[in-house]
C-alpha cells in the first residue's frame, strides 16, 4: 500500500479563514503565559493590600525602620552607632534608599514604600508558583494565587504592614527555587545554583535572622544530590555574605545586636497563659485565613502519608514553624513565613486529588481574605491619630522648623518621624533601654544592668556626646501609657524626669516636657557621667540615688 499526502480540507469558511494575528500568536507563546500570570498577582496583590495605603504606619516596627531610615540618609558612622536595632541591615538600608530617592515626608513616601511592599509578595508569589509547576505542572499557579490571598489572612496592622517577612520572603523561596533546580542538573552545573541558592538565604537572613533556617532544606538537597561537594558549596556561599555585611557595618556590633545580645528579649517570655494565648490567637487566625489549604494538606497526609518527594517541602515547613517560634513570641506576621511550603503542599494535595476541590479552596480563600480586607479598612485609628497629634504638639515645642534632639520614652518611635525631630539616643525604645519586650512580660520588668554594653549606659554615652557638640535632648516625651516601664517605676529615668525636666504639656495619655533652664544640662551632664562611671556597678547595687539629685546652688 503507497502512501499519499492527505487531500486538502475543504468545506465552508476553511478556505478563507485567516491566519491567526500576531497579538494572538504572541499572546499564546509560553512568555505570554507568564505575563498573564504576573497581571494576575499583581492584581490580586494590589487588590488584598490596598489599606496599606491607607495610613502612614501600621505597626511601631515600620515607625522604627522610618526613624532608622532617616537617620542613616542624615548621619555619619557605623550602621549600628546610629541607631540601635536587634534585626540586620538589609530592610533599613532599603527604606534609607527609597528615603532618598523619593524624599522622607508627604505621602509620596508611603505609595512608594506601600508599593515596593506589593512588588515582593507579587515576585514571592511567582516564585512559588515557579517551584509549584515544577511539580504539578499547571496547577502551580493555584499556589501563587492561595499565597496572595492568604497573606492578607492575618490582622491588619500584620498583614498591610511593610515588615520584615514581606521583604524576607522572595530570597527564602528563591533559595529553595535554586537549590531545587539544581538536582535537575548534572554534575558540575549543579554547583552554580546551589551558591546562589546559599547567597539567597544569606540575603534572606540579612533580612530577618529567622530566615537562616530556609538552609534545612538546602543543605539537605545539597547532600542528597551532590554529597560533601554540595555542602562545600552551599555553605560557604551562606556564610561569606554574612561575614562580609557584618565587617562593612561594624563586626562585633552586627554579631552582638543580630545574633549574641538578644538573650534578654527571647527570654522575657511572660507566663505561660501569656505565651499560649498569643501563640493559639494568632496562630488560629492564621490558619482560619487559609483553613482550605490546611484541610486539604491535612487529608491527603492522613490518606497518603507523607510524600518522599514532597520531603524538602516539609523540612521548608518545619525550618519555618521553628523560625516562627523563636522567642516564644508569636506575633502575627512571624506567621508569614510559613506560608510558602503550606500552599505549594496544599497545591499538590490537590493535584494528586484530581484537582476537584481547587475552586471550592479558591473561593474560601478568596472569601476570607475578603473578611480581612474589609475588616483592614475599618481598623481602628485611635493610636496613630494619637501619635500624630503628640507629633505636631512636640514640633511646637520644638519652635517652628526646628529639628533637635528629643527623648520619646515609649515603644512607637513613630512620633520622632512624624515629628521631624532627631532620636537623642540610638536606643529608641523604652524597650531597649528598660529590657521590656512587646511579646514577654506585661506585668514587671527584668532587672535592668549596668555594664559597658548595657543600653542604659550606651543613652547615657549619646546624652554626654550630644553636651560635648553643645547640643541636648531638650524634650522628654513620656508614651508609657502607664506600662510597666513607666518613668516612675525605672527609677533612674524617674530621676531624670523629676529632676531636670519641667512639664509643658499633655496629650491625652502621653506628656511632654522641657529641659529645665540654668542647671538643667548640667544636672543632665551629672546624670549622664554617674552612669558611665567605673564606680557605677558598686553605686547601682547599694541601691543609693541621691548621687544623681540635681547638682547643689
Known amino acids: ?27 499564546n507563546t509560553p512568555q505570554a503565559s507568564w505575563c498573564r500570570v504576573i497581571a494576575l498577582f499583581l492584581a490580586v496583590a494590589t487588590v488584598t493590600h490596598l489599606p496599606a495605603f491607607s495610613r502612614t504606619f501600621w505597626n511601631p516596627d515600620e ?136 547567597v539567597a538565604a544569606a540575603l534572606a537572613t540579612l533580612t530577618k535572622q529567622t530566615a537562616g533556617v530556609t538552609m534545612l532544606p538546602v543543605i539537605w538537597r545539597a547532600w542528597k544530590d551532590q554529597r560533601w561537594k554540595g555542602l562545600a ?110 500552599v505549594i503542599l496544599a497545591t499538590g494535595a490537590l493535584h494528586r486529588n484530581g484537582s476537584r476541590l481547587r475552586w471550592t479552596m479558591l473561593g474560601v480563600t478568596a472569601t476570607t481574605a475578603t473578611l480581612f480586607l474589609t475588616l483592614a479598612f475599618a481598623w481602628p485609628r485611635t493610636n496613630k491619630e494619637h501619635n500624630w497629634e503628640v507629633a505636631q504638639e512636640v514640633q511646637k515645642a520644638a519652635g517652628p522648623g526646628r529639628s533637635e534632639p528629643i527623648i520619646v520614652w515609649g515603644m512607637d518611635p513613630s512620633i520622632y518621624f512624624m515629628s521631624g525631630q532627631i532620636p537623642a539616643s540610638r536606643f529608641i525604645t523604652a524597650g531597649f533601654l528598660s529590657g521590656f519586650a512587646g511579646g514577654g512580660d506585661q506585668e514587671k520588668l527584668p532587672q535592668i544592668t549596668y555594664d559597658p554594653t548595657s ?55 502621653t506628656f511632654i516636657y522641657r529641659l529645665k533652664d540654668g542647671d538643667g544640662r548640667e544636672g543632665l551632664r551629672v546624670w549622664a557621667q554617674t552612669i558611665v562611671d567605673n564606680g557605677m556597678k558598686a553605686v547601682w547595687a547599694k541601691n543609693q540615688w541621691d548621687f544623681i539629685s540635681p547638682p547643689a546652688g
Open 1 to 27: 500500500m503507497v502512501a499519499t499526502d492527505a487531500p486538502p480540507r475543504s468545506g465552508p469558511g476553511l478556505a478563507d479563514r485567516p491566519d491567526p494575528s500576531w497579538f494572538r500568536r504572541v499572546w
Open 455 to 509: 543600653p542604659m549606659v550606651g543613652m547615657a554615652q549619646d546624652f554626654l556626646n550630644l553636651l560635648r557638640r553643645g547640643q541636648a535632648p531638650e524634650l522628654f516625651v513620656d508614651d508609657s501609657w502607664g506600662k510597666p516601664f513607666q518613668p516612675r517605676e525605672v527609677q533612674v529615668i524617674k530621676d531624670l524626669q523629676d529632676n531636670y525636666y519641667t512639664f509643658v504639656k499633655g496629650v491625652d495619655h
Open 233 to 342: 558549596t552551599v555553605i560557604p556561599a551562606f556564610a561569606l555574605p554574612i561575614v562580609g555585611v557584618a565587617f562593612w557595618v561594624g563586626f562585633g556590633d552586627f554579631f552582638f545586636w543580630v545574633f549574641t545580645g538578644n538573650t534578654e528579649y527571647l527570654t522575657s517570655l511572660g507566663s505561660f497563659g501569656t505565651v499560649m494565648a498569643r501563640l493559639w490567637g494568632n496562630l488560629g487566625i492564621f490558619a482560619g485565613a487559609s483553613a482550605a489549604a490546611f484541610l486539604a494538606i491535612m487529608y491527603m497526609t492522613v490518606r497518603q502519608g507523607i510524600r518522599k518527594a514532597d520531603a524538602d517541602l516539609w523540612l521548608w515547613l518545619i525550618g519555618a514553624a521553628i523560625g516562627v517560634s523563636s522567642g516564644f513570641h508569636f506575633f502575627g506576621h512571624y506567621f508569614l513565613q510559613m506560608l510558602p511550603p503550606i
Open 63 to 198: 515607625g522604627f525602620l522610618a526613624t532608622q531610615a532617616r537617620a542613616l540618609n542624615t548621619e555619619d558612622g557605623q550602621f549600628y552607632q546610629i541607631i540601635v536595632d536587634r534585626k540586620p541591615p538589609l530592610l533599613p538600608y532599603v527604606y534609607a534608599w527609597v528615603f532618598k530617592l523619593f524624599g522622607d515626608h508627604g505621602l509620596s513616601t508611603v505609595v512608594v514604600i506601600r508599593t515596593l511592599a506589593i512588588l515582593m509578595h507579587v515576585i514571592t508569589a511567582v516564585l512559588i508558583t515557579q517551584i509549584a509547576k515544577r511539580r504539578f505542572g499547571r496547577h502551580g499557579v493555584w499556589a501563587g494565587l492561595l499565597y496572595l490571598l492568604g497573606s492578607a489572612g492575618m490582622a491588619p496592622e500584620d498583614s498591610q504592614a511593610a515588615s520584615f517577612e514581606v521583604f524576607m520572603l522572595p530570597w527564602t523561596c528563591a533559595a529553595f527555587l535554586l537549590a531545587d533546580s539544581a538536582r535537575r542538573r548534572r554534575g558540575s552545573r549543579a554547583f552554580p545554583l546551589l551558591a546562589c541558592a546559599g
